[in-house]
C-alpha cells in the first residue's frame, strides 16, 4: 500500500497501471477472506492487464492452489520460474503444484533445485521427502525427513516429517508382511 502511495504522489503510475494495482490489491483482499474463487477471477484479470506482474502471477497462483487447481497453478509457475529462475519460494510452490497434480517425479526436480541454491531450506527439505516417498524412494525419503527433522525447530515442518516417518514404517511393514504371506 506504500508503495501505491508513493507512486501516486511521485505520479508514476498511469491509469491502466492503477486499475491493475487495484485488481491485484483486491484479489488479496479476496485471498485473504477465503473467497478463492472470486480471487482466482480477480487476479487473472490483473495478470491479463500486465502479463509481466510476476508478483501479480504469484498471487494468482495461491489463489488457484486455494481453489484445488493445481495444473492452472503449475502452468503459471512455470511461467514465473522462466523469469525469475532464482525464486526458491516459486520453485517450492511449483513443486507443490507438481506434487498435487500428481506429478512426484517433477516436484522432486524443483524441490532438489531449489535445495542446490539453498541446502538449509527445511520447507524444500521436507517437500522432496515428501515427493520421494509418493515415488517410493523410502530409503531417500526417510534420510531426509530424519535430517530435516534435525535441522529445524519448526514444529509444522517436524511434525510432517514425523508423518512422512510413520508413513514409511507402515509401508515397510506391509511391505515385509507381503513377503512373509507370499514365502508361507
Known amino acids: 500500500m506504500t508503495r501505491l502511495l508513493l507512486a501516486l504522489i511521485l505520479g508514476s503510475l498511469t491509469p491502466a497501471a492503477l486499475a491493475e494495482s487495484d485488481l491485484v490489491q483486491q484479489g488479496i483482499d479476496q485471498l485473504n477472506r477465503g473467497a478463492y474463487s472470486t480471487a482466482v477471477s480477480t487476479l487473472r484479470k490483473a495478470v491479463i492487464a500486465t502479463p509481466s506482474d510476476l508478483q501479480a502471477r504469484r498471487y494468482l497462483c ?30 517450492c510452490m511449483l513443486a507443490d503444484s507438481y506434487f498435487l497434480c500428481g506429478e512426484s ?24 521427502s515428501r515427493a520421494l516417498l509418493a515415488v517410493g524412494d523410502l530409503a531417500a525419503a526417510q534420510d531426509l525427513a530424519l535430517h530435516t527433522i534435525r535441522s529445524t525447530t519448526n514444529p509444522k515442518i517436524r511434525g510432517a516429517c514425523a508423518q512422512i516417518l510413520s508413513q514409511i514404517k507402515q509401508r515397510s511393514l506391509v511391505q515385509s508382511g507381503s513377503g512373509a504371506v507370499a514365502k508361507g
Open 105 to 128: 517425479e517433477k516436484s522432486a526436480e524443483c524441490y532438489k533445485k531449489a535445495l542446490r541454491s539453498d541446502p538449509s531450506n527445511v520447507t524444500a527439505s521436507y517437500g522432496l
Open 62 to 91: 495461491s489463489a488457484l492452489l486455494s481453489s484445488g487447481q493445481a495444473t492452472a497453478s503449475a502452468q503459471q509457475l512455470e511461467i514465473i520460474v522462466k523469469f525469475a529462475p532464482g525464486n526458491n519460494s516459486d520453485l
